[in-house]
């Protein structure tokens, strides 16, 4: 059994920066991506990034430039940094593991199994 727990959220005022954390418990080992997504009530879960075992990574392009996404694979952990905050990203964010992945774009920002339940980012301008 995967289990997903995130923490690190808040929050923050526009243009500050927060790091979310995601620890994975149980075998995932065969869990090419990982990745981050994020939801407003009454609105769709929207992708916002991705990384697979190999390091490569998928960005929605309203994160680009501002939020990275990395792995410990020592500490089995998935990081979100987020910078350059702005109100737009305030959202429940989800950690989330195996997920869809193609030869041409690494991971996809859907498809995915696992999900963490969430921790809660607020951004004010």
């Known amino acids: 059994v995967v289990q997903l727990v995130e923490s690190g959220g808040g929050s923050v005022q526009a243009g500050g920066s927060l790091r979310l954390s995601c620890a994975a418990s149980?075998?995932?080992?065969?869990?090419?991506?990982m990745g981050w997504f994020r939801q407003v009530p009454g609105k769709e879960r929207e992708g916002v990034a991705a990384?697979?075992?190999?390091?490569?990574?998928s960005y929605a392009d309203s994160v680009k430039g501002r939020f990275t996404i990395s792995k410990d694979n020592a500490k089995n952990t998935l990081y979100l940094q987020m910078n350059s905050l702005k109100p737009e990203d305030t959202a429940m964010y989800y950690c989330?593991?195996?997920?869809?992945?193609?030869?041409?774009?690494?991971?996809?920002?859907?498809?995915?199994?696992?999900w963490g339940q969430g921790t809660q980012v607020t951004v004010s301008s």
């Open positions: 149980g075998y995932t080992g065969s869990y090419y991506c």
């Open positions: 990384i697979d075992n190999d390091g490569r990574t």
């Open positions: 989330a593991a195996d997920g869809l992945w193609t030869v041409v774009a690494g991971c996809a920002l859907y498809n995915y199994n696992y």
